[in-house]
């Protein structure tokens, strides 16, 4: 096995850090957040950011944070879903198609939350005016961000992305035959 | 590859303008101590141009997508249908898949592959012989489907005249082989098993020579006991010869290969009739011409199903609804000659 540093790989997949910094402007714009600063990519870690004001409403604080993964994983598979058929069941793929894997994969494969996105939902709800529900919520999407990041030491975003580029396809024609 | 969030920390001093362009007219109640015009400024922080760009870019490439998921999308439904009906020996199914499939992706190799095997188990040489040629020269990945499609290209040869039988049998031309000729060439070429079901089909017309035809059939199948022709040809020489078990054996012999052969489900109706077993015909009548409503031996022995459970208005329906091509006169002849008693069909 061999090993490709973190900051190669978000140069590579570039398209899905700049979605990622995308929708956290885009979800603080929704929800009347004001935005002092946006790194939508650099080379280092981290890959982007998003420097906003604290945000009071819990529930906008968290969607804040991990809306990116829902629109990183929606973006990346309705980008790769029609090139997957071809490229992964008919053996007729043309370079298009390929291309479109590409983007697919660097898209979702970025949709997981940062570390950063994790403190941030952290310091949101670790607050004692946070109502349960929100922690109830909140704790569980903390585990599994820490466990992303963990995970991404061995790929587990570049699986995650190929999972959604792949997978999905697979399984909705699987579904519906 | 961390994207990092980062969260501006509340002001604490007592500022009491606005940290951006320093009015005195801040807005109360929030974190930051900004005034009404700032605060929007910022909630509205500008996105760059080429981030708007790529943004476009995106969005282009979704509508690309999304204009061409639903054709993808169905013929891969369809592929995925036509390998279940593959795996389930339902070659008819898995052939109207294929097509449905094919008119979305007409190059796609494992649509193209498919459809050669299916089209193959279902006699359909012309979809045989188009869809192979297409594959020459592509390379298929998937190894198993790679040998299955040998297999079948291998056995369609079988199915047609081998060059040594187009130059032994050059001079009749356009004349009808003798059975001496025949018997010669089988006895340098035993193997030839298109000539051995050759000769066997000329007896199949002659009932003193049944008996003759089932001998050589009986070789056709220890050369190789999925060849279709001979087996269809063994389940009508064997309901000629009063040999009901037999025939259905080998009926069921092809609906082992495949399941929707309508010409062994059509044979079997046909010997569940001779032997009295008339609603059992009826039922198998009808379910082959659910699967093939244009197949003239099908809809002759729906016409004879009919018949034989005395339903003579749906008889004559069939009967009339065909008269009009000629490619079915062979086969309403015959029914007409069961009819009129012409030919002793029941026992």
Redesign the interface.
């Known amino acids: 096995m061999f090993f490709i540093p973190?900051?190669l790989?978000?140069i590579l997949?570039f398209?899905g850090?700049?979605?990622?910094?995308?929708a956290?402007?885009l979800f603080?714009?929704w929800f009347?957040?004001?935005?002092?600063k946006?790194v939508?990519l650099k080379t280092g870690?981290?890959?982007?950011?998003?420097?906003?004001?604290?945000?009071?409403n819990k529930w906008h604080a968290m969607l804040?944070?991990v809306g990116?993964f829902f629109v990183n994983t929606i973006?990346g598979a309705?980008?790769?879903?029609?090139?997957s058929?071809?490229v992964f069941?008919?053996?007729?793929a043309t370079p298009v198609d390929y291309l479109?894997i590409y983007?697919g994969v660097s898209?979702a494969m970025?949709a997981f939350?940062?570390?950063?996105?994790g403190k941030?939902i952290w310091?949101t709800i670790k607050e004692s005016d946070t109502p349960l529900i929100v922690k109830i919520i909140g704790y569980p999407i903390i585990g599994l961000i820490y466990l992303g990041?963990l995970g991404?030491f061995f790929w587990l975003?570049l699986a995650y992305g190929i999972a959604v580029a792949v997978g999905v396809?697979k399984l909705?024609?699987?579904f519906?035959? | 590859?961390?994207?990092?969030?980062?969260?501006?920390?509340?002001n604490t001093s007592e500022q009491i303008a606005c940290i951006k362009c320093g009015s005195p007219q801040i807005l109360a109640g929030?974190?930051?101590k900004?005034c009404a015009d700032?605060?929007q400024q910022?909630?509205?922080?500008p996105?760059?141009l080429w981030?708007k760009l790529?943004?476009a870019g995106?969005a282009l490439?979704?509508i690309?997508?999304?204009i061409?998921?639903p054709?993808?999308?169905s013929?891969?439904?369809a592929?995925?249908?036509a390998e279940?009906a593959e795996k389930s020996h339902d070659y008819i199914t898995a052939q109207n898949e294929l097509k449905k499939a094919q008119n979305n992706?007409p190059?796609?190799?494992?649509?193209l592959s498919h459809l050669t095997i299916a089209a193959f188990h279902n006699g359909d040489f012309k979809t045989v012989l188009e869809a192979s040629d297409k594959l020459q020269g592509k390379e298929?990945?998937?190894t198993a489907l790679y040998n299955e499609l040998n297999n079948v290209i291998t056995q369609t040869n079988e199915y047609f005249p081998s060059d040594t039988f187009k130059t032994s049998f050059k001079k009749y031309k356009n004349l009808v082989i003798p059975d001496s000729a025949y018997r010669t060439y089988i006895k340098k070429n035993p193997m030839d098993i298109y000539t051995i079901v050759a000769l066997a089909s000329s007896y199949s017309d002659n009932n003193d020579k049944y008996q003759n035809a089932d001998t050589l059939l009986s070789k056709a199948i220890a050369i190789d006991r999925s060849y279709i022709p001979a087996l269809y040809l063994k389940t009508m020489i064997k309901r000629e010869l009063n040999q009901p078990d037999s025939s259905i054996y080998y009926c069921d012999q092809v609906l082992l290969i495949n399941h929707q052969s309508t010409y062994a489900l059509s044979s079997k109706a046909r010997t569940f009739l001779k032997v009295g077993k008339n609603k059992e015909g009826l039922l198998l009548a009808k379910q082959c011409y659910q699967l093939d409503a244009d197949m003239p031996y099908n809809l002759a022995t729906l016409a004879l199903a009919y018949h034989f459970n005395k339903d003579f208005k749906q008889r004559d329906a069939i009967l009339d609804s065909v008269k009009k091509d000629s490619t079915n006169a062979p086969y309403i002849t015959y029914v007409k000659d069961i009819i009129s008693n012409k030919i002793k069909f029941q026992n």
């Open positions: 973190g900051v790989m978000s997949t398209p850090v700049i979605v990622h910094e995308l956290h402007q603080c714009r009347n957040v004001p935005v002092f946006v939508y870690n981290p890959a982007g950011y998003v420097l906003h004001e604290t945000v009071s804040i944070s990116p973006i309705f980008i790769a879903f029609p090139a058929i071809p069941q008919f053996d007729n479109l983007l898209i970025h939350p940062s570390v950063g996105d941030a310091q990041s991404s975003d396809p909705v024609v699987g519906v035959a | 590859m961390d994207n990092n969030l980062i969260t501006e920390t509340e929030y974190p930051n900004l700032c605060r910022l909630i509205k922080f996105i760059p981030v790529f943004g995106i490439v979704m690309i997508s999304f061409w998921l054709g993808n999308l013929a891969a439904i592929l995925s249908r279940k992706a190059h796609a190799i494992e649509i298929i990945e998937d």
